[in-house]
């Protein structure tokens, strides 16, 4: 494993590990040891991998399991915002990876990478307070040669996809992109130049989704996200509702109106 030298040279490091727990839970124990990163916390396997909610992932060698400790990387209520941006990092590491994949990838609020409708790599960003300032983990799975065959929403690999993509250069990949829309982002003052990136890469539209909440489900149009990165979703009364967190599903009997298969974003586009 190692990263872009442009990266290291930023001052960017690397811990490999054959087996870890989680890569997300290494970082913020790094944290309160007194790691200010930017540190790339990587493992060719995972024992104890998790997902929003605390779902398990699924994390046997084969795959990029990898979390991005940073620092004080912009104010607590800015913070979630990273959620978009590595997104975007994660879409064009695959794009450059994979490029006979790179026209059916897309972004699915708020926080998955897919490739035909399918997931392909998820994020999960968890944060704390470490000697008065916020440490984020921004852990990142991709599925290279395997993934969960049940699981809410259909998943699927990079093998099966028709692309053999090894962690490593995945990872190389990644290192790079993940510092160019760090840059783009700036703490949070190039967020509106990010969330337009991602609404160009996301699935989905000015369609019809059904959102998924704890003990309910919302239907409406996906109006796109707000100057936060909330989901708007617009009711058929003609309501509109902002959405903080959920998983989204698109309504299949009205799929025409929903566009699943993305055009390769640009890089800097939205600069």
Same mark, same amino acid.
């Given at each position: 494993?190692?990263?872009d030298?442009?990266?290291?040279a930023?001052?960017?490091r690397l811990?490999a590990?054959?087996?870890?727990?989680? /890569?997300?839970?290494?970082? $913020?124990?790094? @944290?309160r040891g007194g790691?200010?990163?930017? $540190?790339?916390?990587?493992?060719?396997e995972? /024992?104890?991998g998790?997902?929003?909610?605390?779902r398990?992932?699924?994390?046997?060698?084969g &795959?990029?399991?990898?979390t991005?400790?940073?620092?004080?990387?912009?104010?607590?209520?800015?913070?979630?915002? $990273?959620? +978009?941006?590595?997104?975007?990092?994660?879409?064009d590491? *695959?794009?450059?990876?994979?490029r006979?994949?790179?026209?059916?990838?897309?972004?699915?609020w708020? &926080?998955?990478?897919?490739?035909?409708n399918?997931?392909?790599?998820?994020?999960l960003?968890e =944060?704390?307070? =470490?000697?008065?300032k916020?440490?984020?983990a921004?852990?990142?799975?991709? &599925?290279?040669?395997r993934?969960?065959?049940q699981? =809410?929403f259909?998943a699927t &690999?990079?093998?099966e @996809?028709?692309?053999?993509?090894?962690?490593?250069?995945?990872?190389?990949?990644?290192?790079r992109?993940m510092?160019?829309?760090?840059?783009?982002?700036? #703490?949070?003052?190039? +967020?509106?130049?990010? #969330?337009a990136?991602w609404?160009?890469?996301?699935?989905?539209?000015?369609?019809e *989704?059904?959102?998924?909440?704890?003990?309910r489900?919302?239907a409406?149009r996906?109006?796109g996200?707000?100057?936060?990165g909330r989901?708007?979703?617009r009711h058929?009364?003609?309501?509109?509702?902002t959405?903080?967190a959920?998983? *989204?599903?698109?309504?299949?009997?009205?799929?025409?109106v929903?566009?699943f298969?993305?055009m390769?974003?640009?890089?800097?586009?939205?600069?």
């Amino acid at each position: 494993m190692r990263l872009d030298p442009t990266v290291v040279a930023a001052g960017f490091r690397l811990a490999a590990h054959d087996v870890l727990g989680s /890569t997300n839970t290494e970082a $913020l124990e790094r @944290a309160r040891g007194g790691d200010k990163g930017p $540190l790339w916390i990587v493992a060719r396997e995972q /024992t104890a991998g998790r997902g929003r909610r605390g779902r398990e992932w699924v994390s046997a060698p084969g &795959n990029l399991y990898a979390t991005l400790l940073l620092f004080d990387p912009a104010p607590p209520e800015t913070a979630p915002q $990273l959620a +978009f941006v590595a997104g975007l990092a994660v879409y064009d590491a *695959i794009a450059e990876r994979a490029r006979d994949l790179a026209a059916g990838l897309a972004l699915k609020w708020p &926080n998955d990478v897919l490739y035909a409708n399918r997931k392909l790599a998820g994020i999960l960003i968890e =944060s704390e307070m =470490s000697g008065g300032k916020l440490a984020v983990a921004v852990g990142i799975g991709v &599925n290279c040669v395997r993934h969960p065959a049940q699981t =809410s929403f259909p998943a699927t &690999n990079l093998d099966e @996809a028709g692309q053999k993509v090894a962690p490593e250069s995945l990872l190389y990949a990644l290192s790079r992109s993940m510092m160019r829309c760090l840059d783009q982002w700036n #703490r949070g003052a190039g +967020f509106r130049a990010i #969330r337009a990136d991602w609404l160009g890469c996301a699935q989905g539209v000015g369609g019809e *989704i059904t959102v998924r909440l704890a003990g309910r489900d919302l239907a409406g149009r996906f109006e796109g996200l707000d100057e936060a990165g909330r989901l708007v979703l617009r009711h058929a009364d003609g309501r509109l509702q902002t959405i903080t967190a959920g998983e *989204i599903f698109p309504v299949a009997e009205r799929k025409q109106v929903v566009s699943f298969l993305q055009m390769p974003r640009q890089k800097g586009q939205g600069d």
